[in-house]
């Protein structure tokens, strides 16, 4: 193999490695709602405030979002423990159980998606239909924030 060969192979093998190291890193952080403090009723005051929730109203934005905080929670948790034990496969790995643990996260992601859905639209259904419009319009305005920062899609 010819010096310019060796150089760009060791090259490529040099990035994919930093590549990895970086993403390995960027699973080890704890999701925002940790980073950031925010909790059910932190949340719950925002949307009052912007959606103009009467007393009645909060009261069950926040009981519906504590109902599904343990889940959310142990949901985080387990998302983590699995990101870990796959980065943990890169100096031993084994393909069955990387694909077991890949299984594993997308059952768990699949569950986040659902108490998401599930949780927003309980929430809807709260609402009056001028809130309606307003959460409609925070909605886009959160799509768009998180295009701009992530691109299409989320």
Request: aromatic fraction near 6%; charge should be neutral.
């Amino acid at each position: 193999m010819n010096k310019t060969a060796k150089r760009t192979l060791l090259a490529a093998v040099a990035a994919g490695a930093v590549t990895v190291g970086f993403a390995a890193s960027s699973w080890s952080k704890p999701p925002f709602a940790e980073r950031h403090g925010l909790d059910p009723e932190r949340f719950a005051e925002r949307m009052a405030a912007r959606l103009d929730l009467s007393g009645q109203q909060e009261d069950a934005v926040m009981d519906i979002l504590s109902g599904n905080a343990d889940r959310a929670r142990d949901n985080r948790q387990r998302m983590r423990e699995l990101k870990r034990e796959l980065a943990d496969l890169r100096s031993d790995f084994d393909s069955a159980r990387a694909e077991a643990l890949a299984g594993e996260v997308g059952a768990v992601a699949a569950d986040m998606a659902l108490a998401r859905a599930t949780t927003g639209a309980e929430i809807y259904q709260l609402l009056d239909e001028e809130q309606r419009a307003r959460f409609e319009e925070l909605q886009e305005q959160r799509r768009k924030h998180r295009a701009w920062r992530h691109g299409p899609g989320f």
